[in-house]
């Protein structure tokens, strides 16, 4: 029986493969070639296209074949063997059949100006362990670069944010509500808990209604405004969907009520829902972005906007991005 991770691995691999070779046939073109290169949170994907036998570099790929590339390191990654750090995707046609080799050793090429923070290759290792035989040397040799100059304020940091969170869980130190969590063993739930549970009622039933094998949701918000989208992947083919009043209504409440102190609202966040992957249990994962830039279908960021961010969802300023 395969495991989690292959089946991640399987179905991220077979998505790519249907939306390259659907874009493929859409545009008439002959090949694709893309090279990818990451480390930790940093990477470089580069597409070029064959058309009638000349092959020129594409600077604005199909956004849903760059999608379904981009998420292939993480679902790739290895337990002991970790993620990749380099590789060649490509597809010819007409046959239609997605090629991929890749290195776990080598350096990625990230094209920077600048040496990349050192926090990278830390996170490298965090987000995707190895067996120390497969640590390749000149990451090994970053990782102690960071624990020298780094190590220690990342360490204080970590404790400081423990601490948020034991707060956050169990009430203040001394305080009653940590005291009624010591006696009866139970924590509160934690912020939107019950509103995450409503939208995963809503979504389950959706996608039993559909037929489908998988639902995907992306939200991006800012201040009061959402951009939300929707699809449904059945027989492999994904496709934008339009969720019912209940799904929506469920989903449109969860950037609000998942809201932290002091860290404020997440600005993007995908969920999402498999039957194939968790065999049918009705699993909504969630993977937010409380840093990145949201993407809003309208332009970048607007500064009403931001500043309606900053009233209804306020932030220390250490924990405040650029944009904001």
Known sequence: MASEWEYAARGGFNFARNEMQAWLEEIEAERVDVHYDGVGLLERIRFWLTENGVKKPLDEPDEEVYGFVQVLRKVQ??????????????????????????????????????EPDLYHYKAELNHYPRDEGNIPDWLRKKVAQWEVERGSAFNRRIAELEEDFYVLTHGPRGSQAEREAA??????????????????????????????????????????????????????????????????????????????????????????????????????????????????GDGGPDADRCAEESEMHPREPGLTPPTG
């Open 77 to 114: 990654a290895v337990p002991g063997r970790g993620a990749w750090f380099w590789s060649h995707l490509w597809m010819e046609m007409p046959e239609g059949v997605l090629h991929q080799e890749s290195d776990w050793m080598r350096e990625p090429d990230l094209d920077v100006d600048e």
């Open 183 to 296: 006696r009866t063993g139970r924590l509160p739930r934690m912020r939107g808990g019950a509103e995450f549970d409503l939208a995963r009622e809503r979504v389950l039933a959706w996608l039993g209604d559909s037929g489908a094998e998988r639902i995907d949701i992306r939200i991006e918000g800012l201040g009061s405004f959402q951009c939300i989208r929707y699809w449904l992947t059945a027989d492999g083919k994904k496709e934008d969907a339009r969720a019912g009043g209940g799904v929506a209504e469920a989903v449109e409440q969860l950037r609000h009520a998942q809201a932290l102190p002091r860290h404020g609202a997440w600005l993007r966040s995908h969920l999402w829902m498999d039957t194939t992957m968790d065999e049918g249990r009705g699993v909504l994962h969630q993977e937010s972005d409380w840093m990145g830039e949201p993407d809003l």
